[in-house]
């Protein structure tokens, strides 16, 4: 079994700050890994994915995540936060034994500051 | 390229009937996932197809059910509705599946009253 644990709820950063959202997972396989965002009223959109090529694996609109095998982790962090960036980011995890099936995390609302 | 397309938008049922959600696909894409997104129990996997066959089923009661079309295009149906199917579906293609990358639709909106 697979499962997907997102610490925090609900970040608060200020613009131009660090953003750092948190990603857990446990497999008994090597994982695909991905990264979601969804605005309000719409569905998720793809910022990143790890698939074993490379641990750090840099997304769309300046985010980046980084695998770490021995601390189960795929955190997401972007150097400095943009107004843009408020949205609730989930964390999923699938593995080719398992067809397409995603299993996500609980999900972290961004908040960001002027 | 067109995205993957979900209707209706939004839905209103009251509780025992049976409603009917369609997605279809990004054009070649074969793989075609569900999902029920809630706010207390977030983003649960419904199930996949892929070539018109269910590939994988999460953990639902027999009341939701699906079937894919030789063009790729899905449908998922609940019947008997309850309270707590209120959600957001989401419907999500791939082109093979097995941990590519999926394309969402804007998802439907279903309240039940």
Known sequence: ?114 | KAGVTQTPRYLIKTRGQQVTLSCSPISGHRSVSWYQQTPGQGLQFLFEYFSETQRNKGNFPGRFSGRQFSNSRSEMNVSTLELGDSALYLCASSLEGKGEEQFFGPGTRLTVL
């Open chain 1, 1 to 114: 079994a697979q499962s997907v644990t997102q610490l925090g709820s609900h970040v608060s950063v200020s613009e131009g700050a660090l953003v750092l959202l948190r990603c857990n997972y446990s497999s008994s396989v090597p994982p695909y890994l991905f990264w979601y965002v969804q605005y309000p009223n719409q569905g998720l959109q793809l910022l990143l994915k790890y698939t074993s090529a490379a641990t750090l694996v840099k997304g769309i609109n300046g985010f980046e995540a980084e695998f770490k095998k021995s601390e189960t982790s795929f955190h997401l962090t972007k150097p400095s936060a943009h107004m843009s960036d408020a949205a609730e980011y989930f964390c999923a995890v699938s593995h080719n034994n398992a067809g397409n099936m995603l299993t996500f995390g609980g999900g972290t609302r961004l908040m960001v500051k002027p």
